[in-house]
């Protein structure tokens, strides 16, 4: 290295350019460095793999264990806006400086002896955040699978719980071409004698087949706990415990109930080491918050923010819009990475949007806003539906909004850059002016 990084963005960039050309896919380089720096934790630790449903049921357990007084060290990815939301602190985004020395350390370690030991971007910046949060002396961490979990630098940690969410077709190139092989991936954050909860209500067999040959302690949505409500209240019931008359949790949306009910299941495996009363999970699901997941903003018009870029999550995001009610023009800001299967996501929504922005997103993976009509016109049977291509999400929404009446809604979903690149100056508060009708 010739010179040392100084701030945060110098390190980000020094760990792009380190990425290996080929990457051997196992984690015994991950844990050599971790070894070096002295990473682990001496509290409960729960661990949330998962295509969708990771980043909502992150959120619920931190704000759970916020509400019963523990301290928590929370790890997710990606971040919307700024690279300092991955490690939350107590609730708070990690300060700069903080990670700037973490990164250094790791820096340090990974050269020690005579060969410096490679590390993806991704591995390198787990271990610095790994290490911020072990010297914040936490007493519970969450930690979020970045791409499967089997060999995600975050398996090195040794959880006393593992959260499966739901699991559909994502990252197909890496994980395997089918929800059996994804699942195998998923599961390999399972540990022997140690509570696995998985929320999803079809698990693939790979999943249950797994926990079976490593011995886990399996909880299983509909075996092991199950869920009720109607339109006011919910209630969650499993092994000993019930909770009832429940608020719906403020992270909106039908899908969000699963997450929840998982969330419930780990909180009740791990209620020796963890005690928490009723009333601190009423207080977590009742001021539980997370940008970009069926975000909506009120304003004229409607603004709804969704991460959705794969199937799974586009159909969820479909149907939490069509039970929003009525709106007379649906508006779309859409942008995702060129690896998702787009086509299967514009086909979920299509039927709902008459007005279509697609952008270009600041990453070499992105799909070209050119690339997105294209496939969008393909498939488009509606001639009362249009589309325009934009340079970057802020000028889609703009545009959006200049065509917008203020009774429409606009939704920007797909990547998280896409969502990120309309919150980087903060929430928008949208005001249209009415427009002549012809």
């Excluded at 089997?150 to 990252?171: F, G, K, M, W, Y």
């Excluded at 087949?209 to 302690?217: Q, S």
Aim: aromatic share 6%.
């Amino acid at each position: 290295m010739k010179s040392t990084p100084q701030t945060l963005n110098d390190w980000l960039a020094h760990c792009e350019q380190l990425h290996p050309t080929t990457i051997d896919m196992g984690l015994a380089r991950v844990h050599t460095v971790a070894r070096r720096m002295g990473i682990g934790f001496a509290c409960p630790v729960i661990t949330v793999a998962g295509t969708n449903g990771k980043g909502s049921t992150c959120a619920m357990l931190e704000s759970i264990l916020l509400q019963a007084g523990y301290h928590t060290g929370v790890y997710t990815s990606p971040h919307l806006v700024h690279f300092e939301e991955r490690l939350r602190l107590n609730g708070e985004p990690v300060k700069a400086p903080e990670l700037v020395a973490a990164l250094a350390r790791v820096e340090s370690a990974r050269n020690q002896g005579d060969d410096a030991v490679s590390l993806t971007y991704f591995e390198f910046t787990t271990l610095a955040i790994l290490d911020v949060m072990r010297l914040s002396a936490p007493e519970v961490v969450i930690l979020e699978v970045g791409l499967g979990g089997r060999l995600d630098a975050v398996n090195i940690i040794e959880p006393d719980c593992a959260i499966i969410t739901s699991i559909d077709l994502d990252h197909t190139a890496l994980l395997g071409e089918s929800r059996e092989a994804i699942g195998y991936e998923k599961a390999g954050i399972m540990r022997t004698g140690k509570p696995v909860v998985v929320s999803d209500p079809m698990p693939p067999q790979s999943v249950l087949d797994r926990a079976l040959e490593v011995g886990a302690d399996l909880w299983r949505v509909g075996v092991d706990f199950n869920v009720t409500g109607d339109k006011q209240q919910w209630a969650w019931a499993g092994r000993g415990r019930r909770y009832s008359g429940m608020a719906y949790p403020a992270l909106l949306g039908a899908n969000q109930l699963v997450n929840a009910a998982g969330v419930l299941a780990a909180l009740n495996a791990l209620r020796d080491q963890l005690p928490i009363t009723a009333q601190a999970v009423r207080n977590g699901f009742a001021f539980v918050d997370l940008p970009g997941r069926f975000q909506i903003v009120p304003g004229q018009p409607n603004l709804v923010l969704d991460v959705a870029h794969n199937p799974h999550a586009a159909a969820a995001l479909a149907a939490n819009l069509d039970a929003m009610g009525f709106f007379p023009t649906t508006h779309a800001v859409f942008g995702a990475m060129a690896d998702k299967d787009i086509t299967a996501v514009l086909l979920r929504l299509n039927p709902l949007v008459d007005k279509w922005y697609f952008t270009n997103l600041p990453a070499e993976r992105a799909a070209r806003a050119t690339d997105l009509i294209a496939q969008w016109a393909l498939l488009n049977k509606r001639k009362d539906c249009s589309a325009e291509v934009y340079v970057d999400p802020e000028s889609a929404l703009q545009a959006a909004l200049s065509q917008a009446d203020p009774a429409d809604r606009i939704v920007v979903f797909g990547s998280f850059l896409t969502v990120g690149g309309v919150l980087k100056d903060g929430v928008p508060q949208l005001q249209a002016k009415h427009l002549p009708h012809s």
